[in-house]
C-alpha cells in the first residue's frame, strides 16, 4: 500500500513522540522462508516494520533518527533488472524515496558498514526483541565496532531498550483508515461463510470446504487467509486447531470453520459451526444454542471502560449455567466456576485482540490489572463447548459434538460494532440460508 492511502509519515512521527530523546529505532524486515529445495513461502513483510512504511519488500531494515536531518532511513535491495525478469519488480532506493517516502535510502548490502556511523553517538536503541533476521547479534556487533574506536572519541550507544510495548500501545487502538481494511477483510470473510454455508454437503472432504473459502476470498479482493484454516467436520471440531482438513464430511454431523482472509495486511478471524446436511439435530442444536447466548451476553460486556475479564467471566457463566441444564456439569455455578469445571468443554479464552496479526499485539494487563476496554480495540468474541468422542461418563448423544461461534467485534463510543455480522450465527438464520 502507497504512502497516500495510510500516513506512515504520522506513525513515524508519532513513535518518535514516544521514545526518550537522542534515541534511534531500528526494525528489519520479514525475510524470505524456504518451502523446500528451490520454492519459498509466500513473502508475508513483518507486522511492524509494514506499519511505519507500507514497504514490502525483503532484506530491508528501517532507521528512524528523530533529531537528524535523515530521519527516515531505508536500507532495502538494489534495483537488478536480470533478477526482477524472474522474481519480480523492485523498488530500489530510488523507489524508496519516490514512493515510499524516505528522507535517504541506501543499499542493504552497505548496511553493516553504514550502520556504526548511524548509531554512534546515540545513548539509546530501541528495536524489537521479537524482530526477525537475527537483529539482535546484528545490533551486537554494531555495537562492539564502535566500542572497539572509544579511545578514539567514539560515544557507544549506552541502552537497549525494547520498542515491542510501545509500537504494540499504538496498534492497539485502531484509525479510521486501519478499521476501513478490516471492515473489508470482514466482509469478505462474512461472504465466504456464507458460500460455505451454501456448498456443503455429506461426502465432501473437509478440504474440499476449505477451497471454497480460499475461492471466495480471492473473488473478494484477498490474496491470502489470515491463519490455516480450521475445517472440522463432527469430532474434529472438538480438536481447537485442528489443521489436516482430511476427513469426510458426514451425513447427520456438525462442521466447524474457523476460517479469515488477509485484506491489505489486516486479519480478519470468524468461526461458524453448520450442520453438514443442512438441519441441527435435537443435540447439536441445544448445546448451539448455550454457545450462542454466551456469545450474546459476552458481547454486552464489550464497553469501553469495562475490564477485558469481564467478558470472558461472563461467556463462563453462561455456559457453566448451560451445562448444568444439560446434566453435563453438576453443582452450584459458582462452585463450579471456582474449581474450573466448565474447562473440560470449554478450556479457552473468549477471545483475543485483533489487527495486522490475527492474536494481534497488545497486553492484556496494566500494572497488574485488566485492561479496561477502549474506543478503537478490535478484539473476537468466540465462546465454544467441545465434547470429545472419548469422554468418560457423558451420555453419548451428546459425543463428538463440538461447537464454537466467533465475531469480529470493534469497541465504540457507545458499546460496540460487529464487524462480520453479515454471517448469520442464529440457528434458524443458518438452516435457512443452507436450505436455499
Given amino acids: 500500500m502507497s504512502e497516500e492511502k495510510v500516513n506512515y509519515l504520522k506513525r513515524r512521527e508519532d513513535l518518535c513522540k514516544r521514545i526518550e530523546e537522542d534515541s534511534v529505532i531500528i526494525v528489519a524486515s520479514s525475510s524470505v522462508k524456504k518451502r523446500n529445495s528451490d520454492s519459498n513461502y509466500p513473502f508475508r513483510q513483518d507486522s511492524n516494520f509494514f506499519y511505519l512504511s507500507g514497504y514490502d519488500e525483503p532484506e530491508s531494515l528501517i532507521v528512524l533518527r528523530p533529531e537528524e536531518k535523515e530521519k527516515y532511513i531505508l536500507f532495502c535491495r538494489d534495483r537488478e533488472p536480470a533478477l526482477e525478469q524472474w522474481e519480480g519488480f523492485r523498488s530500489g532506493q530510488e523507489g524508496a524515496i519516490e514512493k515510499f517516502k524516505a528522507d535517504g535510502a541506501y543499499s542493504i548490502t552497505k548496511l553493516d558498514e553504514l550502520m556504526p556511523s548511524l548509531i554512534e553517538g546515540k545513548k539509546n536503541i530501541y528495536y524489537s526483541m521479537s524482530s526477525p533476521n537475527g537483529l539482535n547479534n546484528k545490533i551486537k556487533k554494531w555495537v562492539n565496532e564502535i566500542r572497539r574506536n572509544i579511545r578514539g572519541g567514539s560515544e557507544c550507544p549506552l541502552n537497549l531498550i525494547s520498542l515491542d510495548s510501545i509500537i504494540d500501545e499504538m496498534r492497539l487502538i485502531k484509525s479510521t483508515e486501519e478499521l476501513d481494511l478490516m471492515r473489508r477483510a470482514c466482509e469478505i470473510t462474512s461472504v465466504a461463510h456464507k458460500n460455505a454455508m451454501q456448498k456443503v ?233 443452507m436450505s436455499s
Wanted: proline share 3%; net charge negative.
Fill in 201 to 433: 454437503s455429506p461426502g465432501m472432504f473437509e478440504y474440499q470446504l476449505e477451497a471454497e473459502y480460499l475461492y471466495s476470498f480471492m473473488q473478494g479482493g484477498s490474496r491470502s487467509p489470515a491463519y490455516n484454516s480450521i475445517v472440522g467436520g463432527g469430532n474434529n471440531a472438538c480438536i481447537l486447531h485442528y489443521s489436516e482438513n482430511s476427513s469426510i464430511l458426514q451425513d447427520g454431523s456438525l462442521v466447524l470453520v474457523d476460517a479469515g482472509c488477509e485484506y491489505e495486511h489486516y486479519a480478519s478471524d470468524v468461526t461458524r459451526t453448520f450442520p453438514v446436511n443442512g438441519k441441527f439435530s435435537v443435540e447439536q442444536k441445544e448445546i448451539y444454542k448455550i454457545v450462542l447466548e454466551a456469545h450474546t451476553e459476552a458481547l454486552k460486556e464489550v464497553k469501553p471502560g469495562n475490564p477485558y475479564i469481564n467478558v470472558h467471566n461472563r461467556s463462563i457463566e453462561v455456559i457453566t449455567e448451560g451445562l448444568i441444564s444439560l446434566g453435563l456439569l453438576e453443582g452450584k455455578v459458582v462452585d463450579l466456576i471456582n474449581k474450573g469445571a466448565f474447562s473440560k468443554y470449554y478450556m479457552h479464552r473468549v477471545g483475543h485482540w485483533l489487527g495486522m496479526d490475527v492474536h494481534d499485539v497488545g497486553n492484556y494487563k496494566v500494572d497488574g490489572e485488566w485492561r479496561r476496554l477502549e474506543e478503537g480495540m478490535v478484539l473476537t468474541i468466540e465462546p465454544g463447548i467441545y465434547i470429545l468422542d472419548n469422554m468418560e461418563q457423558v451420555d453419548k448423544k451428546w459425543l463428538g459434538i463440538g461447537v464454537r461461534i466467533e465475531d469480529d467485534v470493534l469497541v465504540t463510543s457507545e458499546g460496540n460494532e460487529i464487524l462480520t455480522s453479515m454471517a448469520p450465527r442464529e440457528p434458524e438464520d443458518i438452516e435457512s440460508l
